[in-house]
């Protein structure tokens, strides 16, 4: 037999019921389907036969299969004792990691961080994953990678799809990705208006920009004989403004740059950053950061 169990705290004299693909759970009629027991703090239990089900909980009377509320988002599925909650579904991440690069993820649920903290992913056989209980109420499931060497690398930020069909693995909905392999084509977000990596070299690298709507790229450079501004298009409709910090003077150097990329903004909205040593771009984006956060409040 395998247990099923869900927390739920039913209105009086309503009742938690199971229906899914199965002749034990009554082919998906909701007439036929089972009606769980409550039990102390709210969890609802029922037993069936062992195999793999397939199957949804849904809320009615509890006298009478009438006025059926079904829980949100996709099938369950599984094939051994399982404690569900409502209107959540386990989620595996994975994504291609042939060098076993340490990689964290975040996202916008509660369970993900909220962007505001990393999670570390477990490596396997060239594989990051990691799971997480997702409530899939929320429409828009955000999450996005960063992978750890010398340098700080992240993914653009992904948006989960729920009402696409997903693979099951491990009794856990499987969202999975490929693409971080080139550490040369991460993009990192700093805030709604500023994404930032390293410069683009190609077309491809141009193309996989405007896919990510990053259609004006400010590159930051330090040559003498350079003017400061010098725009040049490589890319259909993309803009390529090359910003020479040579003449920028250093004792207000975080303010002109400041003053500069909020020009930027108002003119381009979105704009991806880029200089070929992150380390040093990083530099400029923290000086940018520490007065610009007073300036949005």
């Known amino acids: 037999m395998i247990l099923l169990q869900i927390h739920y705290k039913a209105q009086f004299g309503q009742a938690l019921y199971i229906s899914g693909k199965s002749k034990y759970l009554g082919q ?12 102390q703090d709210d969890i609802w239990v029922t037993e069936v036969a062992y195999h793999e089900l397939e199957y949804k909980y849904f809320i009615s009377n509890y006298d009478k299969v009438q006025k059926i509320f079904w829980e ?22 994975q994504c291609v990691n042939p060098q076993n690069f340490q ?20 490596n396997k056989d060239g594989i990051s994953q990691q799971k997480f209980l997702i409530n899939i109420e929320d429409p828009q499931i955000q999450y996005q990678y960063h ?7 992240s993914s653009p930020v992904y948006q989960v799809n729920l009402n696409q069909q997903q693979q099951y693995y491990k009794d856990a909905l499987l969202i999975f990705s490929d693409g971080l392999t080139n550490l040369k084509h991460m993009i990192f977000q700093l805030n709604k208006n500023i994404c930032y990596g390293y410069v683009p ?16 790229i400010i590159e930051f450079c330090n040559i ?9 298009t490589n890319y259909e409709d993309l803009v390529h403004l090359i910003v020479n910090l040579y003449h920028f003077k250093q004792e207000n150097f975080a303010q002109r740059l400041l003053q500069l990329l909020q020009v930027l903004i108002k003119k381009y ?13 990083r530099k400029y984006l923290q000086a940018y950061e520490k007065l610009s956060i007073p300036s949005e409040r």
């Not at 599925?77 to 959540?88: A, G, R």
């Not at 909205?269 to 771009?281: A, D, K, P, R, Y």
Request: a positive charge.
């Open 28 to 39: 998906w009629n909701p007439e036929q389907a089972i009606r769980m027991t409550w039990t």
């Open 72 to 93: 949100s988002g996709p099938n369950r599925i599984t094939n051994k004792h399982s404690l569900d909650v409502w209107n959540h579904r386990k989620i595996y991440f």
């Open 103 to 122: 990689i964290y993820i975040s996202g916008s649920q509660f369970s993900m961080g909220q962007f505001q903290r990393r999670i570390r992913m477990k």
């Open 147 to 153: 992978i750890l060497t010398k340098n700080e690398f």
């Open 201 to 216: 070299n190609n077309q491809q690298d141009y193309q996989a920009l405007k896919k990510a709507n990053l259609k004006t």
């Open 224 to 232: 003498k004989e350079q003017n400061l501004l010098e725009q040049q």
């Open 269 to 281: 909205q979105l704009l991806f950053i880029c200089n070929n040593s992150l380390t040093h771009l």
